[in-house]
């Protein structure tokens, strides 16, 4: 009995969070490695990119709402997404036509473009901050539980209860959704085989008729989805602030260079490593260690190895890791 109350804290505590945070993170780097691979830079404003599209959600979904529209048990956001995603692909549509065209045009190096991108950032977040304010919003209605403690806890006779929320279940299934057309596309449309061959060889890309416009339009759009998806789903999971994704960015670009920067399949591999080291770091063990160890041996202290607060330092010691150790990624993506 002990064993399986350890296994419930074990999944309620880590596996479920892990496996719905990583859902979030691979999403957001394949955005970033999408526009490494096609457009050859490092986009810093990614993160900041998933916080307007976040927030052009948000202020949809709060006009469906007064409009008495909603999804019953499910978020109403998943209504106002497309709005979400619209407003995510005008924006970097007209911040690429009128500022990486440019030095796309002068055949700049990669290093100034992610200056560029940087300065961006900055620009994208106060956007941000000045249209909804920098304070939390909590976007996430219907349904809170698709099973909750008490209710595991009578059901089963367990002492542990285990609690998924409804947007963990949703985060993942739609995760799977994006990731499994995103592939689709990639490898079966016309337009998803020249992005592959340009992100290949762009001068012979060129030379085989492909449009080079046409992918760099169609890969900004594909990049606002992912980073207003991922966006949103990390908003209903917890809540939204601006300045939190701009905090989310290291993860996010963590996760896209430990699975290889440039591989689409790295960066879902790298979202759940990143998840899971960070969610496995920073959680007090405690509980578990008291389920399965003899009660003379149980542990006085948390087990924990650091604080939440520093969550994000364990990206950035796995990210410097890979850099080190193994620059090209777990899937042997391009050299950073």
């Not at 619209?86 to 200056?115: C, E, H, N, S, W």
């Not at 789903?233 to 989310?248: E, R, V, W």
């Not at 003379?296 to 924990?304: F, H, R, T, V, Y």
Request: aromatic share 12%; with cysteine; net charge positive.
């Amino acid at each position: 009995m002990d064993v399986l109350n350890a296994l419930v804290a074990l999944a309620n505590f880590v596996l479920i969070p892990a496996v719905a945070y990583g859902s979030q993170l691979a999403l957001g780097a394949l955005g970033v490695t999408l526009v490494y691979g096609i457009l050859r830079f490092s986009n810093f404003a990614h993160g900041d990119t998933m916080a307007w599209g976040t927030m052009c959600t948000i202020l949809a979904t709060w006009g469906l709402q007064a409009a008495g529209i909603t999804l019953g048990p499910l978020p109403t956001a998943l209504l106002a997404l497309p709005a979400g995603i619209l407003g995510a692909a005008l924006l970097v549509l007209a911040t690429d036509r009128m500022v990486y065209r440019f030095y796309r045009a002068q055949k700049a190096k990669p290093v100034i473009l992610v200056i560029v991108s940087m300065g961006v950032m900055f620009i994208y977040n106060g956007l941000t901050r000045f249209v909804i304010g920098p304070d939390d919003q909590n976007f996430a209605d219907g349904e809170r539980f698709v099973i909750n403690a008490r209710d595991f806890r009578e059901m089963t006779g367990l002492a542990e209860g285990l609690a998924l929320r409804s947007t963990q279940v949703l985060t993942v299934v739609t995760a799977v959704l994006v990731v499994a057309l995103l592939f689709w596309f990639l490898t079966h449309t016309r337009t998803g085989k020249s992005m592959r061959a340009y992100a290949d060889n762009e001068d012979l890309a060129l030379l085989s008729g492909i449009n080079p416009e046409r992918v760099v339009l169609v890969t900004w759009i594909i990049v606002a989805a992912l980073a207003t998806v991922a966006g949103v789903l990390y908003g209903l999971d917890k809540s939204f602030k601006p300045f939190t994704y701009f905090q989310l960015l290291l993860p996010v670009f963590a996760a896209a260079i430990v699975g290889g920067l440039g591989s689409p399949l790295g960066a879902i591999a790298g979202g759940f490593v990143i998840a899971f080291s960070e969610v496995g770091l920073t959680y007090a063990w405690k509980k578990v260690a008291t389920y399965l160890l003899p009660e003379s041996l149980a542990p006085e202290g948390l087990l924990q190895l650091m604080g939440t607060d520093y969550k994000f330092a364990v990206s950035f010691v796995i990210l410097v890791i890979v850099l080190l150790f193994r620059p090209t990624g777990l899937f042997r993506g391009k050299s950073v």
